[in-house]
């Protein structure tokens, strides 16, 4: 077994594109993932997953149907499994994601934002 330390800058400069998770690690059956933000995602739900956003740089904006919740740095905000969601990033957000590995990023609402083969970095 290898066992590294993850430098997350390091990881967030490989890459540029937005609404793609990279995986970074994974433990007990959860997938610790990194994405960058920035638009207005679809609104979906998760029937079997909850998901834990955590803002390492920048503001997000968690709609929900009923309210919206602002998501600041160093600051996370986890998602029920069913409820109904929709991030939204006015700028650039860099966010850590703890999910199970099942979880498909759109959930119920698949499209072109779909990623079910995450590339590990």
Known sequence: MKI?????????????????????????????????LYGTFVWHKHDKEDEMFYVLKGKLRMEFRDKTVEVHEHEFIIVPK???????????VSVMLFEPISTVNTGNNPGKFTKENLEKI
Request: net charge negative; charged share 30%.
């Open 4 to 36: 590294e330390k993850v430098t997350l800058e390091d990881k967030l400069s490989g890459f540029s594109d937005y609404w793609n998770p990279k995986v970074v690690g994974e433990l007990n059956g959860q997938h610790v993932k990194l994405v960058k």
């Open 82 to 92: 069913g409820v109904e969601h929709r991030p939204v990033a006015e700028q650039e």
